[in-house]
């Protein structure tokens, strides 16, 4: 039987974005076949597919090559040798990170221990929606060490990173500012952040004494926030192409600061869909595309203006 899947057959435009017909694959020793429901679109994807990063890099002899790190979906099949997960389950993965990707499938092979169950609580939606994200707000959130009652700034709140470590810093009781565009300052505050209007003057002219900066924006924008920092604050930029930049900045400052790559972490995504599922975090999803609108997809991230995450609807 065959299914359909999404390749970069050469790096370029999203217009580049196809589709290919492929058999659907049998699981080998130590993984499960998951017929995907929605996989998410994430910067990396839309960046590799443009030929920039590592990922490019590193498998622009593997062309065409199919993005995706996120997924969600249910298991069709196992090898003989699985036996956490059974046929039926509905799953969710950070998968193939950083070299194999393919979650832009219909059907996929991934080893068991990168899938995890979904609660009953958990739409597949909400849980396509966290995997890289989520991690990334957990783990940068973890690094910067944030204490109750500290005061902590956010750039780009809104975005798919952002919404999440918004709410992780305010579930440790945090106070949170963060950064946005005006459409985003009334959902900002309902999830309880002071939500500051970065096109109206540079957040530097407006909060002063922060005690940990996640900047999830880079250059100029994260040069300006350092100017928000009390003494020994500390920092943690996102984005990698201006981390080194960032950090030597921050350091001549006297702040501690390091860039991070988030790292898959099966047990750490088991507590994201926990707190989804018992209402402690919400994902926001701007909007699910269809797989054969794929372009449109990448079109809407390459904006910048995404509000959460964007999905693919794989089933359809
Ligand atoms: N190092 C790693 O392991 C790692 C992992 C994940 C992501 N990343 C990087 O982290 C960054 C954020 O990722 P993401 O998935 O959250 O991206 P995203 O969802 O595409 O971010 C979109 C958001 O960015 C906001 N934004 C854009 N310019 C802004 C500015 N100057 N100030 C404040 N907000 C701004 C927009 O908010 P408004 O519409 O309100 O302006 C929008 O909501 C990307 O560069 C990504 O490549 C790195």
């Known amino acids: 039987m065959k299914c359909e899947q999404v390749v970069i057959p050469e790096f ?6 196809s589709l290919q017909q492929i058999e659907i694959p049998e699981p080998k020793a130590g ?6 429901a929605f996989a998410s679109v994430n910067p990396i994807d839309v960046k590799t ?13 593997k062309l065409p090559w199919t993005p995706g790190y996120d997924i969600s979906g249910k298991v069709v099949s196992l090898a003989s040798d699985c036996s956490r997960l059974s046929a039926g389950d509905e799953v969710a993965g950070f998968i193939g990170f950083p070299l194999r990707g393919g979650g832009y499938s219909q059907y996929i092979c991934v080893p068991e ?5 979904v609660p009953n609580s958990v739409t597949l939606e909400a849980a396509a929606a966290l995997p890289l994200a989520g991690q990334t707000a957990a783990q940068a959130v973890n690094k ?9 700034l956010i750039l780009a709140g809104a975005g798919g990173v952002g919404h999440i470590a918004v709410q992780i810093a305010i579930a440790a009781k945090a106070e949170v500012y963060t950064t946005c565009s005006e459409k985003n300052l009334d959902y900002l505050a309902t999830l309880g952040a002071h939500a500051i ?5 540079p957040v530097s002219e407006r909060l002063q004494d922060v005690d940990v900066l996640i900047d999830l924006v880079g250059g100029d924008a994260a040069l300006d926030a350092l100017k928000c920092l009390r003494d020994e604050a500390r920092v943690i930029t ?7 930049l960032i950090c030597d900045k921050a350091k001549l400052l006297g702040f501690q600061a390091s860039g991070m790559l988030v790292q898959p972490d099966i047990e750490q995504l088991d507590t994201l869909l926990y707190m989804v599922g018992v209402g402690l975090l919400k994902t926001e999803i701007q909007h699910i595309y269809p797989y054969t609108q794929v372009t449109e997809a990448h079109l809407q991230l390459e904006t910048g203006r995404t509000r959460g995450k964007v999905l693919l609807d794989m089933q359809c």
Do not use: C, M
């Open 197 to 201: 209007n970065y096109h109206f003057a």
């Open 113 to 117: 221990s990168e899938l995890t169950r």
């Open 12 to 17: 370029g435009t999203a217009e580049v974005l």
């Open 144 to 152: 910067a060490q944030v204490k109750e009652g500290e005061r902590v």
């Open 238 to 244: 996102v984005p990698t192409i201006t981390a080194e």
């Open 31 to 36: 993984e499960v076949l998951v017929k995907v």
């Open 49 to 61: 597919r443009a030929g920039l990063g590592w990922a490019a890099a590193e498998n622009k002899d």
